[in-house]
């Protein structure tokens, strides 16, 4: 039986021998002060700044019901009405609708996004104070304002089938969750900010973070046949009012960061999304229906940071 004291000598002996050989055929020995690119230059360039992204972990965010278990009855119908009004507003919910904008223009992924105010987190909080109407409001109402300020629209009656097929959806789509209760991913990210927000610096980020997706006049983007918008417009007479909660800078910008560039929320910086959102706030857009067309042309603009 061979010693492993021999195996690991004749092991030794063997490298010795390559590492000549090696040598010998690139003319010499290497100078071990030599420095070579490959020893100074990575071939796979990495950042220098990384960027913290948020990630779920299971069971941080409340997970809404799967739309194959709507059931097949009466109220199934109804959910599922729901669900095409919201998705597809203008053709559903159309004599409401006074823009291009959907219900998930706002609410991504059929109101199930976490951070991009969720309508399950959002639907067990009703009744509840407003201080936008400095009064207490019920989900029906909260739904009317949408109508009236992101969509420049007409309120349905809380009545209208529209209506009760949306409250239908937001009921189903909140199943399980508990009522009264903030869960996580229901409020937009806090911000904080170094300087005040710059328009001018927000046309750089929205040219080279935005623009690709809304368009570079901020028009948005629409399918192939032009009924309806791909990307949403951010501003111009077929974007939000002046009335509507993301119209104010702040707002705007916690949305943003959460979820803009679409899938790649959390990538901008809290100034850039500052940024960017007072761009976006400086732009024309529809006026705030409870405002004179005198009024709005006199008064500065609300929703300032």
Known sequence: MHSPYLRTAAASVIALVCG???????????????V?????????????KLTEVHVANPGEFFVPPNVADIPDDKYGDLVRMGRNIFVDTQNYAKRYVGNGLTCQSCHLQEGRKPYALPIWGAFGMYPMFRNKTRSVVTYEQRLQDCFRYSMNGIPPAIDAPEMQALVAYSHWLSRGAPVGVELPGRSLPGLSRSEDPSPQRGEVVY????????????????VENG???????????????KGAGIFRVRTAAQYIKANMPLGQGFTLSDQESLDVAAYIWI?????????????????????AP
Not at 207 to 222: D, I, V, Y
């Open 20 to 34: 000549a050989a090696q040598a010998a055929m690139l003319g010499g020995e290497l100078d071990p002060l030599e």
């Open 36 to 48: 070579r690119p490959t020893l100074v230059q990575p071939q796979l360039s990495l950042p220098t």
């Open 207 to 222: 040219a080279t973070r935005c623009a690709m997706c809304h368009g570079p006049q901020g028009l948005g983007q629409k």
């Open 227 to 241: 009924t309806r918008y791909l990307f949403p417009p951010l501003w111009g007479s077929d974007s939000f009012n």
């Open 283 to 303: 732009q024309d857009r529809p006026k705030d229906p409870r405002v004179s067309y005198i009024l709005d042309f006199l008064l500065p603009r609300t929703g």
